[in-house]
């Protein structure tokens, strides 16, 4: 019995130094008031910053325009992933560890040089703008939506093949031999018990794509101003580490209150939620 609390507390003490420690130094950060020095600010309790990002447009529409490229993203990863995430699951055993492999081959490169390599595909005198009709893409936000789909797309495919693939073909069966249609086996079967998966895709594709600053940066141009670029701006180029840390607070609400408002519209509308 002692071991075993041993055993529960060394990753219990770990996850707390290194997701509550930081957490909590953020906090403090950004209820300080800015100052000259090393480091830049001077503990205490304001509430300066945090109502300043609140309040100020630059901060607020950084926020939501976030969200909403993070939501857009998210929904176009899901659509497109849920498809190719039931094709592998119902391929033939000795082509589904291959079809997965295709779906990982991305991350055997460099993160960079495949962003650059977008840079190069949607240029102006790229193969893709001349079969567009020469319609500009680099550095607007088609380019920074089609590489934020393409760096997260596998982060929704995996964990919904990990569970369309363990999902009782006995009860599709069931509901074909009732006279379901294949749309209503798909809609009332597959979806339902798919969700837990479409859950764990969700967050894995929305939590990173929020707070995204590389693409953006890279493929959006000036105008794609989200808040990991605002932060950047502020912390690095500002030093204004309270503004900086109450943008961080306040995004970290955004990524505790959305999942909660989804639940609760989940179970409003009748559909399970996802464990």
Not at 41 to 65: E, F, H, K, Q
Not at 171 to 189: F, K, Q, S
């Amino acid at each position: 019995m002692i071991f075993r609390r041993i055993m529960l507390a060394v990753p219990a003490l770990w996850l707390l130094l290194m997701l509550g420690a930081p957490l909590i130094i953020v906090v403090l950060i950004a209820f300080a008031q800015p100052a000259d020095g090393i480091p830049p600010y001077t503990l205490g309790v304001s509430l300066d910053s945090l109502t300043l990002v609140a309040t100020d447009p630059l901060y607020r529409d950084a926020l939501l325009r976030s969200l909403w490229v993070a939501g857009v993203s998210t929904l176009v990863c899901l659509l497109a992933g849920f498809p190719m995430a039931l094709a592998i699951s119902r391929a033939p055993v000795r082509w589904q560890n291959v079809l997965l492999l295709a779906v990982m081959l991305p991350f055997w490169t460099g993160f960079l040089m495949r962003i650059n390599a977008w840079i190069g595909l949607l240029a102006d005198d790229g193969w893709i703008v001349r079969l567009l009709g020469g319609h500009r893409l680099l550095y607007t936000d088609a380019a920074m939506y089609i590489g934020i789909v393409y760096t997260y797309l596998p982060f929704m495919v995996l964990p919904l093949y990990a569970r369309l693939s363990r999902l009782d073909k006995a009860l599709m069966e069931a509901a074909a031999d009732l006279g379901a249609p294949p749309w209503a086996v798909l809609w009332r079967v597959v979806v339902p018990l798919s969700l837990p998966g479409v859950a764990a895709g969700v967050g894995l594709v929305f939590i990173p794509a929020i707070g995204e600053f590389v693409i953006p940066a890279l493929l959006g141009g000036p105008q794609a101003q989200l808040v990991g670029q605002v932060l950047w701006q502020e912390f690095f180029s500002n030093r204004d580490w309270p503004t900086a840390a109450s943008v961080a607070v306040w995004l970290l609400v955004v990524l505790v209150a959305v999942p909660g408002v989804a639940a609760v519209v989940m179970r409003r509308i009748g559909l399970p939620a996802a464990r």
